[in-house]
């Protein structure tokens, strides 16, 4: 059987991330976490990926993307060079969901209960996150959304232990201080998180178009306006 190596891109939040995955296993990564270096960083983590693995880029049998929600210019960034990569090099685009990658991520580095549900969180706004809440075998329990968080939010899951985490979880500590089903667990995203989904896609067949494919923004962009006039 041929190799199966994947690119994996993630860009959607403060984390410029590139991983190589062989045959279901990360042989490489690189990555830097900080605000606005995806634009002029990510092109050169991924030559110097290739290079550190010893892989030419017509090895590479597809390239996953986190699609969203999250950051619109990281978003677009990321997804803007894995349809070019896939346009060069004529191979499978996978569109991965950034929420369920960090869900999937979080599990392959901890021992979580089989009861627990997972909550990853991305910053928004203010209260607001991009979240969804998932169980322990990555099945949905409550589609992605941007949600006002508040104390009452997850009242109808008393009953479990809730796991949040994600750049938009620390915000809420203080919020369930007094909530003792809810804990926190230091997170941050990185492309290694979408191995998981992204060889099952490819093994699947679940590919992209990559003529039409555009990020998972949720929320439109808001461009701010000038007020001052245009004489």
Same mark, same amino acid.
């Given at each position: 059987?041929?190799?199966?190596l994947i690119l994996l891109l993630e860009t959607a939040t403060s984390s410029c991330s590139v991983a190589l995955s062989e045959n279901g296993k *990360? *042989?490489?990564f690189k990555e830097a976490n900080e605000r606005n270096i995806h634009a002029s960083h990510i092109t050169l983590f991924i030559e110097e990926l290739m290079i550190k693995a010893g892989k030419k880029y017509s090895d590479?049998? !597809?390239?996953?993307? =986190?699609?969203?929600p999250g950051s619109y210019t990281g978003l677009r960034i990321g997804v803007s060079t894995a349809k070019g990569l896939c346009y060069a090099l004529d *191979?499978?685009?996978l569109g991965i969901d950034t929420l369920e990658a960090m869900a999937s991520g979080l599990l392959s580095q901890n021992d979580i209960e089989d009861s627990d549900l997972l909550i990853p969180m991305i910053d928004a706004r203010r209260m607001e996150v991009y979240t969804g809440i998932f169980q322990n075998d990555l099945k949905v329990i409550e589609a992605v959304s941007a949600k006002i968080v508040d104390a009452s939010s997850f009242d109808e899951f008393k009953?479990?232990?809730?796991?949040?985490?994600g750049d938009g979880a620390s915000k809420f500590k203080e919020?369930? =201080?007094?909530?003792n089903n809810i804990r926190f667990m230091d997170f941050t995203? =990185? !492309?290694?998180?979408?191995?998981?989904? !992204?060889?099952?896609k490819l093994s699947n067949g679940e590919t992209e178009n990559v003529a039409y494919f555009e990020p998972f923004y949720l929320k439109d962009f808001l461009l701010t306006k000038s007020t001052k006039s245009n004489d």
């Open positions: 059987m041929n190799d199966q *990360i *042989i490489a590479l049998k !597809a390239v996953a993307v =986190s699609k969203g *191979i499978p685009l009953s479990k232990k809730l796991v949040l985490f919020l369930f =201080s007094d909530q995203n =990185s !492309a290694k998180d979408l191995n998981f989904l !992204a060889c099952r």
